[in-house]
């Protein structure tokens, strides 16, 4: 396969065995024997290469000395470029720039051959990028390097203002944060620190890189304030809070400018505040608000509401000291926000707040808003039980403005419906709240939903009927159906140790489900209640399960003497008629 033991031989350094294959005339070594062997820096076997004639190194473009050159091989480059065939225009010295190898950059600058601005200068561009002071020196000294050039894929792009992406070498280490290439650039006459409408201070305040931004400040061609002052709010949306201090000391700093939301189509003033706020960076958000021009209820005091909604207590406690800032706003989202992600102290600090009420309606739209007294109130409450959020409970059950039964004890329904075990505890325990509504429907959802925990609670209130009748399709024994149909063994074996659960109502329906649905052990625990009888409903119990190729609950029924094990065969289901259907 192409002399691949040759090619294996010269990429791992064996050189006695690359001996002996190029002492063998069958093997030709003309492939990519002389690649892999630059790649990696084998120096011996390279030179054996070249000293056969059937090797040309130039061969796939050149590639020996550009892998060479990227890998840092110092005396494999200087072998090549002493090769007539070998040309090292390409793309070696952009390669050696980037991976930062000094001393194969001075020997290929050296030779007449290369031109270290191909590539609309990519060679500086990315020793700019990554650190590499030392050949930006070297490239800028050549007088074919252009540091301002721009990137050839922006240019082919935008070629109608192409002058706005020059001087991509300055602006990759602005934004990679290689300050000593900054000053180095910004020595140059050639460079402007302003272009891409000033993309190196965005870039720079974006990834904190503070002496970057120091020295762009102090370069009276940098404008700071450029795209409604994006950098001063995009370091405050990634906490850079050094930077934001030295924008905030630039006059021409605006902190309260907007931001433009693309996908909304929407701007949104003092962003600056509101991305801290958001994030939780405490430090900044102090900064700002002692700052007169940063309005902290700005865009319907969206600050408290994002910092309460993740949970920044250090930022609630500065926001909702400023007499500025209405944490009631919007129909109360402070706290319904922290309510449903359960962030009980910021609850509890909201609660404090006398312009906070926690039974405002839902602002889902006020031509919905019922105007029944508690209809749709407590949002906040429910919310919390609706996720499960048993601190923010227990606070909000402290306070008397809540109504733990508003929307027809809607927290516990939905908390017994979703398994929050804890919560459905600290509501029962309300006198106020009724786990009996809607005909039980709390232990008909937990029973479906397969919600152990919550079914024995519920079981242990006496005023909880698990024999209640469904309230959509008013079948009696709701609890047990849908826990058989749907396979909850546990909770099956709990509501049958109740008196009140009869498993044999509607013609049997929880076994025939069970069978139907596969659920064996299920079946097994229904089957030894006295009450249930296998065969009802013209058997239908095991000609659903043989319909289906419940293997295992066909054995299971057809072992009881009450069920007609002629109906487990499916053809035998087949050829007969019946009256009864599930």
């Known amino acids: 396969h192409n002399n691949s033991a040759i090619q294996y031989a010269s990429k791992n350094g064996h050189t006695e065995i690359v001996k002996m294959l190029l002492a063998d005339s069958r093997v030709d070594p003309s492939y ?13 076997i390279v030179r054996m290469l070249l000293e056969d004639s059937r090797v040309n190194p130039s061969r796939h473009n050149n590639s020996a000395i550009q892998y060479a050159s990227k890998n840092g091989h110092t005396e494999i480059v200087k072998m090549l470029l002493a090769d ?7 793309n070696a010295i952009r390669f050696a720039s980037e991976y930062g190898h000094i001393e194969i950059v001075k ?22 990028k990554n650190g590499h002071t030392e050949i930006v020196k070297m490239l800028l000294s050549d ?9 050839p894929r922006d ?3 935008y070629q109608k203002v192409a002058r706005w992406y020059r001087d991509v070498a300055f602006r990759l280490a602005c934004r990679h944060g290689q300050t000593a290439v900054v000053k180095v650039l910004l020595a140059d006459s050639r460079i402007d620190p302003s272009s891409g409408y000033n993309e190196a201070i965005e870039n720079a305040s974006e990834y904190g890189h503070t002496e970057v931004v120091k020295m762009l400040l102090a370069d009276p061609r940098v404008d700071p304030s450029v795209r409604n002052n994006y950098p001063i709010w995009i370091a405050s949306k990634n906490g850079h809070v050094e930077i934001v201090k030295m924008l905030l000391a630039d006059l021409r700093v605006n902190p309260s400018d907007s931001y433009y939301d693309y996908n909304f189509q929407k701007s949104y003033d003092n962003a600056a505040i509101i991305f801290a706020s958001q994030n939780g960076y405490a430090a900044i958000v102090q900064i700002l608000l002692a700052d007169t021009r940063v309005d902290p209820s700005a865009v319907d005091n ?6 309460s909604e993740n949970g920044h207590v250090d930022v609630v ?4 000291a400023d007499s500025r800032v209405d944490p009631s706003a919007c129909d109360n989202e402070a706290i319904k926000c922290a309510s449903i992600k359960g962030h009980a102290e910021i609850v509890k600090m909201l609660l404090a707040d006398a312009r906070v009420a926690p039974r405002d309606l839902n602002y889902v739209n006020n031509s919905q808003k019922r105007k029944r007294s508690g209809w749709c109130g407590n949002v906040a409450f429910r919310l919390a039980c609706r996720n499960g959020k048993a601190a923010v409970v227990q606070e909000l059950l402290a306070d008397s403005r809540i109504d733990p039964s508003s929307d027809y004890n809607e927290a516990i329904k939905t908390a017994s419906e979703y398994g929050h075990s804890e919560v459905v505890k600290l509501l029962l325990a309300d006198p106020r709240v009724n786990p009996c509504v809607c005909r039980n429907y709390a232990i008909q959802v937990a029973s479906k939903y397969g919600h152990a925990a919550v079914v024995k609670i519920l079981l242990e209130d006496s005023r909880v009927n698990p024999g209640a009748c469904a309230s959509d399709w008013y079948q009696e024994n709701a609890a047990i159906i849908y826990a058989s149909e749907y396979g909850h063994k546990e909770v099956v074996e709990m509501l049958l140790g109740d008196d009140r659960v009869d498993p044999s109502v509607g013609d049997n329906y929880a076994i025939r489900k069970a069978s139907e649905n596969g659920h064996a052990e299920v079946v097994k625990m229904l089957l030894a209640h006295s009450r249930v009888d296998p065969s009802a409903c013209e058997n239908a119990a095991i000609r659903y399960a043989a319909s289906n190729y ?12 009450r069920v007609d094990s002629r109906f487990g065969d499916v053809f035998y289901i087949s050829n007969r008629p019946t009256n009864c259907h599930m």
Do not use: W
């Not at 007539?84 to 390409?90: A, F, K, L, Q, T």
């Not at 020997?107 to 990315?126: C, E, F, G, H, W």
């Not at 969206?302 to 910092?307: E, T």
């Open 317 to 320: 406690v500065m926001l909702l």
């Open 302 to 307: 969206c600050a408290v509401i994002k910092a």
């Open 32 to 44: 990519n024997a002389i690649r892999f062997a630059s790649e990696y820096g084998h120096t011996e």
């Open 155 to 157: 240019e082919h792009c």
């Open 143 to 151: 007088p074919r390097v252009n540091p301002s050039d721009s990137d």
């Open 84 to 90: 007539p065939r070998v040309d090292p225009s390409n």
């Open 107 to 128: 020997m290929l600058l050296a030779d007449p051959r290369v031109d270290p601005s191909t590539n609309s200068n990519y060679a500086i561009q990315y020793a700019s």
């Open 550 to 561: 419940h293997t295992e609950i066909v054995k299971m029924l057809s072992a009881d003497s």
